[in-house]
């Protein structure tokens, strides 16, 4: 299958931006936790942007 290589990245994000929204409603303070996610993701994005999946 010939895939974008931001294919996998986007459906993360939303994901996780997902269990934020969640989190939210119980915890104001949990915007810190979702943007650390966010840099634990980064760098895994970037991989997979300059291998694309087979």
Same mark, same amino acid.
Request: aromatic share 10%; net charge positive; glycine share 4%.
């Given at each position: ?8 990245? &986007?459906?993360?994000?939303? &994901?996780? @931006?997902?269990? @934020?929204? =969640?989190?939210?409603?119980? %915890?104001?303070?949990?915007? =810190?936790? @979702? @943007?650390? =996610?966010?840099?634990?993701? =980064? ?10 999946? %087979?």
């Amino acid at each position: 299958m010939a895939m974008m290589p931001n294919a996998g990245v &986007l459906p993360a994000i939303v &994901l996780l @931006f997902g269990i @934020f929204m =969640q989190s939210v409603e119980y %915890r104001k303070t949990n915007i =810190q936790e @979702f @943007f650390i =996610q966010i840099k634990k993701i =980064q760098p895994v994005a970037k991989i997979a942007a300059r291998h694309p999946a %087979r």
